[in-house]
């Protein structure tokens, strides 16, 4: 059964960088970060296929952010440099194994398992 942990959220300074972590206690294809800021719908930020770690960004994140695997510890990482105060949001992370699934679209019907999320403020 897949579960996932959240942690390294935190606040910071635009500018500044923050890297969140994710722990999947199962077996996923595809992992992904998804955030939901107050009064927004959820969006897709970043997305890796855990098999051949191709990935996906969201285009206001893409050159700031990079996602990244430790296939030996189950664990996925987000990156974020240059953080701006519109990337204040819960972060969370997302997985699943839906045979062609579209996780490069960060399409949330594809991903089964969510995580419980890890708050990011971006502060001036």
């Known amino acids: 059964q897949v579960q996932l942990v959240e942690s390294g959220g935190g606040s910071v300074q635009a500018g500044g960088s923050l890297r969140l972590v994710c722990v999947n206690t199962g077996s996923s294809k595809y992992m992904a970060w998804f955030r939901q800021a107050p009064g927004k719908e959820r969006e897709g930020v970043a997305a890796i296929y855990l098999g051949g770690g191709a990935t996906s960004y969201a285009d206001s994140v893409r050159g700031r952010f990079t996602i990244s695997q430790n296939s030996a510890a189950n664990t996925v990482y987000l990156q974020m440099t240059r953080l701006k105060l519109e990337d204040t949001a819960m972060y969370y992370c997302?997985?699943?194994?839906?045979?062609?699934?579209?996780?490069?679209?960060?399409?949330?019907?594809?991903?089964?398992?969510w995580g419980q999320g890890t708050q990011v403020t971006v502060s001036s």
């Open positions: 997302a997985a699943g194994s839906t045979y062609g699934g579209r996780w490069d679209l960060f399409t949330k019907d594809d991903f089964d398992a």
